[in-house]
């Protein structure tokens, strides 16, 4: 069965992301928000994001709120930040396989790639 996880790190102070809010979307006619939460002290889901039967093929837009984050710890940001908002749309081919997306964050850039 497969699985959709996320890791949020913070390149910027070198330590994981705690308390990033951040939302995950189905990509089609409705856009159906499918979960909300936030990071765990660790910067991971304290669950998968999707599993079981909610698990299928498709395209999925996963947004961080970034710029609430920094804001959280102090971080002097320019209004607007650069970043604000971090919109990852990706999509899943294989029902049964695991799907990771971490995200490598600081105020002023991000990368991310298929974990495992």
């Not at 940001?77 to 029902?95: M, N, T």
Request: aromatic content about 12%; glycine content about 12%; some cysteine.
């Amino acid at each position: 069965m497969g699985k959709l996880t996320t890791h949020i790190l913070d390149t910027s102070f070198g330590k994981p992301a705690a308390g990033v809010y951040m939302e995950l979307r189905r990509c089609g006619s409705t856009d159906a928000v499918l979960m909300t939460g936030r990071s765990n002290a660790d910067g991971r889901g304290n669950q998968p994001l999707l599993e079981g039967d909610a698990f299928s093929p498709g395209e999925y837009e996963l947004t961080f709120y970034i710029g609430d984050y920094f804001r959280t710890l102090r971080t002097d940001l320019p209004e607007p930040p650069f970043l604000d908002k971090v919109v990852i749309r990706f999509g899943i081919a294989q029902a049964d396989a695991h799907y990771h997306v971490p995200l490598l964050v600081s105020p002023w850039g991000y990368s991310t790639y298929r974990g495992s």
